[in-house]
């Protein structure tokens, strides 16, 4: 009786030792199983997505030379002109020196895409006055400049350059002298008697040269008539050019 409640103590104690190895081991599996997890875990959360980089292309705009360069350009200008009546016939010449101003606008536009060549045409009004020896000349004209502009800038500077040449057309509107409370108009043959008076319309030829600083510009060009005033008679002299384009 005695040797058979041993075995069953023995039995028991086996069985129970047996329960509690399973136990363990299921334990350290279910460990190893979290501890694996929980390191999938943090890696997942710890790794960090790097941002694909942006290229940032620079642009550089391209730099202008001068106010409306290669898309042509309008002006205010306003000039001084000393001008000479030249008389020249038969070997002999004369000239009869006298002032004027002009006031006038041109406008200037592409005529050779991408080189700065360009077609000027304008209009403007001339005041011309003499006094010698007591007798006045007033003189007042429409004058229409029709130039080939060529533009362009000066290397590392802001300052260009608009070289011109052309003809131009003139109109007189006013045109008389007075002397000791006598008048005479220059275009009447009345007062100069028939084939005596001078003709209205003049054709010229000018050439010059204008100096741009940003908008505003100054120039100096020189113009001579073709088309004679009056018999062996033409106008000649300088343009000194103030001006401003937009």
Known sequence: M???RFFALAALMM????????NKVVTLDQ???NKKTTTTTKTTTTKKTTPA????TKTTAPKATSVGSLAGWQSFYVQYNPLDMHFSSDGFSANSGFSAITAGWNQAMPIAGAT???FQYGVGIQYGWDSNDGEKTTLLSAKIPLNLVYSFQLPGTSVSLDPYAGIYG????????SYE???????????????????????GAQ?????NFSQFYAGIGYGMDILEVTDDTTIRGLDITLGMKF
Not at 15 to 22: E, L, N, P, R, Y
Not at 53 to 56: A, E, I, L, M
Not at 182 to 200: K, P, Q
């Open 170 to 177: 003139r109109a007189f509107i006013i045109g008389k002298s």
């Open 207 to 211: 050439f010059g040269i204008n100096v």
């Open 116 to 118: 700065p060549l360009f």
């Open 2 to 4: 005695k040797t058979m």
């Open 31 to 33: 460990q190893m199983k």
């Open 53 to 56: 980089k942006t290229t940032t």
């Open 15 to 22: 069985a129970a030792t047996a329960v509690s190895a399973q």
């Open 181 to 203: 409370g006598e008048s005479w108009n220059y275009f009447s043959e009345d007062d100069m008697g028939e084939g005596n008076t001078w003709n209205r319309f003049q054709l």
